[in-house]
């Protein structure tokens, strides 16, 4: 099973708030090559289930999987703001 969590770290009293969850099951299905899978999507709006069938997940990441449910979902909105940020010195002064 795979569980994705988002959370909300206050910067300004500690505090964490969960904001979301995915979690995501095989459902033993498919082959070697091929998964198919079953979950939820819980976020402000309520709990949501779907089905995800025949992902390469020999092919692809695990991001993958997520991204193609996220977006059949409706999630991928705002996809044309975001940038791609290249160099690991950027990404570390982030954090």
């Given amino acids: 099973m ?4 988002v959370e909300l770290h206050s910067a ?6 969960e904001l979301g969850r995915m ?3 095989n459902d033993k299905s498919g082959s070697c090559s091929e998964g198919n899978y079953y ?6 709006y309520g709990t949501r289930g779907f ?5 390469r ?5 695990v991001w993958t999987l997520i991204g193609s ?7 991928a909105k705002g996809a044309k703001e975001v940038t791609e940020i290249k160099s690991r010195e950027d ?3 982030l954090f």
């Fill in 57 to 61: 997940r020999q092919d692809c990441s």
């Fill in 23 to 25: 979690t995501i099951a």
């Fill in 91 to 93: 990404v570390t002064e």
């Fill in 51 to 55: 089905r995800r069938t025949n992902f």
């Fill in 2 to 5: 795979i569980v994705v969590k």
């Fill in 69 to 75: 449910i996220l977006s059949k979902l409706g999630h």
């Fill in 39 to 44: 979950g939820t999507l819980k976020a402000e």
């Fill in 12 to 17: 300004r009293d500690g505090s964490i708030r």
